[in-house]
């Protein structure tokens, strides 16, 4: 199995920057591909990026492009969010998630490992 922890939440001001982070422990080696989802109240799960673990390549939504970026750490397993000029309407619960397959996707039940979710507010 594979364990996926974020961190890296909290409460920024329109304009601001945050940081997530996700660290995969286990069997990391059937995960070829990583990706960060959000869910607001009273919405679906929306897909935010992804990358593919060995070349490295990443894919965003349209509605993050230019300021969100993903990016990963092979050695220490980790994939990181940054995420920058934040608008009020990125508040969300993001959830880090973990694919078995470099098929570029971003539908959420493709993903078979998720992490907890951590809190990003944003306020205005």
């Known amino acids: 199995q594979v364990q996926l922890v974020e961190s890296g939440g909290g409460l920024v001001q329109a304009g601001g920057s945050l940081r997530l982070s996700c660290a995969a422990s286990?069997?990391?080696?059937?995960?070829?591909?990583m990706g960060w989802f959000r869910q607001a109240p009273g919405k679906e799960r929306e897909f935010v990026a992804a990358i593919i673990w060995s070349a490295g390549t990443s894919y965003y939504a349209d509605s993050v492009k230019g300021r969100f970026t993903i990016s990963r750490d092979n050695a220490k397993k980790t994939v990181h969010l940054q995420m920058n000029s934040l608008k009020p309407e990125d508040t969300a619960v993001y959830y880090c998630a973990g694919r078995r397959s470099e098929i570029l996707t971003t539908l959420p039940n493709e993903f078979g490992y998720w992490g907890q979710g951590t809190q990003v507010t944003v306020s205005s």
């Open positions: 286990g069997r990391t080696g059937s995960m070829y591909a």
